[in-house]
């Protein structure tokens, strides 16, 4: 019987567990923005930005590459 209820408490601490860390996750699996108006702009701004400076990197490599492509040294 002792068993039985060490089981259940330590199945409970663990199922609990892992509850409580998927709060920190949203359906697809990405990371929730923190709660709160302010909290959750400010994130997706910086997360906005992020991505803004992604894209132009990528853009500039993009526009080097067709760079040299297009030179022709003779």
Do not use: W
């Not at 019987?1 to 892992?18: D, I, N, Y």
């Not at 400010?42 to 997360?47: G, I, N, P, T, V």
């Amino acid at each position: 019987m002792k068993q039985f209820v060490l089981g259940l408490l330590v199945g409970s601490v663990v199922t609990g567990t892992v509850v409580g860390a998927g709060t920190f996750y949203d359906s697809k699996g990405n990371i929730k923005a923190p709660g709160g108006a302010v909290q959750q702009f400010d994130y997706f701004r910086q997360r906005q930005q992020q991505l803004d400076i992604q894209r132009m990197r990528k853009q500039m490599e993009q526009q080097d590459l067709d760079r040299k492509l297009d030179h022709h040294p003779c």
